[in-house]
């Protein structure tokens, strides 16, 4: 697979709940964080989903939010990984940042260099990656 | 907080629609203005979401669609919130475009130079913001 | 109808599958592609989708992933359209490749600059856009 997502996590699927829609997907990852990815119940299906099996979670990195101050909010979010700042790459308008979590996990963002400025993001900053689960992709091996 | 999200909408909770997986929130802005937020079931049990409560929507720049001709046409979209561009700044790929609202909410979008070419979008000129419920994350005080 | 999504995909409505809040609309484009998207129920139920009908699907350029080897993977999105990169336009951070399907279809995507590189995409390149059903925006004549 070669992909432009700029984030492939590995992991096992902990756990599938069915709607009558959608179906929301635990994921535990190779690097012991866990992921929640929300998929068309379709998907589920055809993909076979079931605790145990292989996947890799995909998500571009403009679908990450940064969050470097998290006191006093709790967020809807499903997908929060506390890591620390490795590189900020700054564009015209947006910039790249890579998070490394604890685990040895990298997560790429895209943010606007607004936020760069007032997050103060920068190397060997602590930060949250914020992803939806609902904008998480699931692959598996054909 | 400090999320690196360009806007951030606080309201009061004004309905909560549960389904299987997901749950469908309507949020009264201070603004006047009305949001719809599609979260998984499972964040609007533990974020304790009800009527009355309070919350913060959260919504990325390039989540957001610009529109200048409504006419003829209906959108899937629940949020689409009328205003004026204030301002447009232009970089190599994209652009930031930030929409002031009737109520004084600001919504900043991230679109591509060719739209705002296309769309004549410059300070002045009426605008539609378009957000899809399901790319609106909430946090609520912890 | 004047909007900034580079996507703008006319088609039929082919099937609509409601769920509690959310509901699944097949797609049929003019083109001959299909795509699946995902809007709310109410959404649904006010724009009256039923098969037959005439929509047009909306999807901004930054929530199009490119693949160009998808040999070993099945993906969870709904949505992956074979076709040829037509051009690639770099920006500082972002570039944005267009991809021409066999029906005629072009497709806008956003990916970051080193996605290019990795992928190699350059006109002539066959690639394959993902697009999450969740990522579709649906409009219908007023």
Known sequence: MKISARNKF????????AGAVNAEVGIDLASGDKLVAIITLESARSLQLAPGGKVVALVKAPWVMLMTDGSGIRLSARNCLAGTVKTVTPGAV??????????????????????VTELGLAPGVPATAVIKASNVILGVPA
């Open 10 to 17: 590995e992991g096992t699927v902990a756990a599938v709940t």
């Open 94 to 115: 947006n910039a790249e940042v890579v998070v490394a979590l604890p685990g040895g996990t990298e997560i790429v963002a895209i943010v606007t260099n607004d936020a």
